[in-house]
């Protein structure tokens, strides 16, 4: 975290700050963690994408590895089970934000068939260099005719 740009956090949170997340994540989304051997793997999750009601269909998704993981399918496996049991809750649509260049999230991001819609250019200073932000979407449920409303927040 504080030797890459992959996430824009500068400071590793706490336990107690990822079980908040976690548990705010899951009360309408889906955070899920891989574990080998006793040891976080990796962890995939959904948000908000934006608290507006109207946008209660989007989520924002992520899936982040140990560095030792990366290019091992791990991120592929967390995928596989995030986005259908995202579809399951009622989520529609997918946002994926990548930090750039990322050239192996880029390939599994579209792997999964999400389309470019744009690249923020320098948004993120880190390191002592700005990033630029791809933005990637996901069409889950193509069929307008079966809108199911997804959880609702508390």
Known sequence: MRTTAITFETEPPDAAQMARRIESARE???????EEEGRVAGYAYAGAFNPREAYRFTCEVSVYLAPNQRG???GRAL?????????ERGLRR???LVAQPNPASDRLHASFGFTPVG???????K?????????????MAPDDDDIREPPPLR
Request: without cysteine; charged residues 20%.
């Open 119 to 125: 690249t923020f250019t320098k948004v993120g200073w």
């Open 28 to 34: 309408r989304y889906v955070w899920l963690v891989l």
């Open 127 to 139: 390191l002592g260099a700005w990033h630029d932000v791809a933005w990637s979407e996901l069409d």
């Open 72 to 74: 091992s399918g791990r």
């Open 94 to 96: 997918a946002i994926a």
């Open 79 to 87: 995928y596989e089970a995030l986005l259908p049991a995202l579809r």
